[in-house]
């Protein structure tokens, strides 16, 4: 036995030592080495971002490494309430601006309904004496009817036989025929039976054609008579712009003196007998029309 123990104990050694061999070179896994890494991966899990689960899946079923369902959800929540309150300065500036057009474009047609009710009430009223002309005279309605204008004539009864067409065109295109005497004498001058005369002879001659009396009077000169009371009502009717067209044939000036001077409700006087005064009458009629006044008939201006 004595002889044979360092026979043992070599075998047991080298045994030992294979024994150690062996488990060394056995595959394992190194904690105090792998540390570093899983401490790196568990800071990283902080930051990592993923789909929401689809319904059903547990906290179970998500991975090491990965944020559980329960957490995505917060987390989208908090994303959402912030992108929220980043996106509402933007919208209420937006819903603002939007509000803000809405008003602007609700006061700009609130004032263009008023300008255009204020622009109805800028009348004026057109008048011609001493016609009527058997050239000027149409020349004159012709420019009138294409530009939807109604005037008013006081004729001069003498200018009426042979001219019988035009008052009746007068009256049937809406304009207003008025008085003008009948030799165009100055009414203060004479007798209330010869003034009378004057008017009720010219009077007679449109009813002829028209079947109306010649209610409104523009006296000659302007010289009217308060007292004259004659076989019909009268109205007499003067001016408030007299650019003395039968004074010059400068058509421009005629324009001008007008355009200076008219305003709202003024009635404007010029000749039909004159064709420098007729085409004045229709550059003004244009001008006027631009600047948004409606022309009416002296009835529509005095009644009122």
């Not at 039968?246 to 010029?270: F, G, K, M, Y």
Request: glycine share 4%.
């Amino acid at each position: 036995m004595k002889k044979n123990f360092p026979m043992i104990v070599f075998s047991c050694m080298t045994a030992v030592v294979l024994l150690i061999c062996i488990y060394r070179s056995l595959p394992r896994e190194d904690v105090a080495e792998k540390a570093p890494e899983v401490a790196d991966a568990v800071s990283g899990a902080e930051g990592i971002q993923m789909d929401v689960p689809l319904e059903g899946t547990s906290t179970a079923d998500v991975t090491p490494g990965t944020v559980a369902p329960a957490d995505v959800a917060l987390e989208v929540e908090e994303k959402d309430a912030a992108v929220a309150v980043d996106a509402t300065p933007e919208t209420k500036e937006t819903e603002t601006e939007t509000a803000w057009e809405i008003e602007t474009a609700r006061t700009t047609e609130t004032e263009w309904e008023n300008e255009t009710e204020w622009d109805e009430t800028r009348r004026v009223a057109l008048t011609f004496d001493d016609g009527p002309h058997p050239v000027y005279t149409v020349k004159l309605l012709d420019g009138l009817a294409e530009r939807g204008v109604q005037a008013t004539f006081f004729v001069i009864g003498e200018n009426i036989p042979g001219n019988e067409e035009i008052i009746a065109r007068m009256d049937q295109e809406g304009h207003l025929i008025g008085n003008h005497t009948y030799d165009h004498v100055k009414i203060t001058d004479l007798s209330v039976e010869e003034a009378c005369e004057q008017v009720e002879k010219t009077s007679a001659l449109v009813k002829e054609i028209t079947g109306k009396d010649t209610e409104y009077v523009r006296p000659p000169f302007g010289s009217w008579r308060k007292d004259l009371e004659c076989s019909f009502e009268m109205i007499p009717v003067l001016w408030d712009v007299d650019p003395l067209d039968w004074t010059t044939c400068n058509v421009s000036d005629v324009v001008r003196r007008v355009l200076e001077a008219v305003e709202p409700d003024d009635i404007i006087l010029l000749h039909d007998y004159y064709e420098s005064s007729v085409d004045a009458a229709l550059l003004i009629v244009d001008a006027l029309t631009e600047q948004g006044y409606t022309f009416v008939t002296v009835d529509e201006l005095i009644l009122e």
